[in-house]
């Protein structure tokens, strides 16, 4: 399958790397949270096609999109000076515990 018909926020393999697709021509290593960019031409093999079999727990489509999220907002932070750096990390992080506790029932 090429990168292009892979849904935002789907869990894929590539070069030996899962990923999970963040953005049109992006996606979050899963581990590192690095986000890469990949060719359109790119054969990737979908994470249902390579996990069969595993008992390891998968994220949720909500989960991957807000993880790419917070690694997007995350790289943007380094762009800012410290002081404001430090402001947007802390918001952040209280965004997304906010989020998580809204689905923890």
């Known amino acids: 399958m090429?990168?292009?018909?892979?849904?935002?926020?789907?869990?894929?393999?590539?070069?030996?790397?899962?990923?999970?697709?963040?953005?049109?021509?992006?996606?979050?290593?899963?581990?590192?949270?690095?986000?890469?960019?990949?060719?359109?031409?790119?054969v990737i093999a979908p994470a249902d096609a390579t996990d069969a079999g595993s008992t390891e727990p998968r994220e949720t489509s909500v989960e991957a999109a807000l993880a790419a999220l917070a690694n997007r907002l995350e790289a943007y932070a380094d762009t800012l000076p410290a002081d404001a750096r430090a402001g947007l990390r802390a918001a952040l992080d209280e965004a997304v515990a906010a989020f998580r506790a809204t689905f923890a029932g």
Do not use: D, N
Not at 29 to 37: C, D, F, I, L, Q
């Open 2 to 42: 090429k990168f292009p018909q892979l849904p935002i926020g789907s869990r894929f393999t590539w070069q030996g790397e899962r990923y999970c697709k963040s953005g049109p021509m992006t996606a979050t290593v899963e581990g590192s949270g690095a986000t890469r960019m990949v060719p359109r031409s790119a």
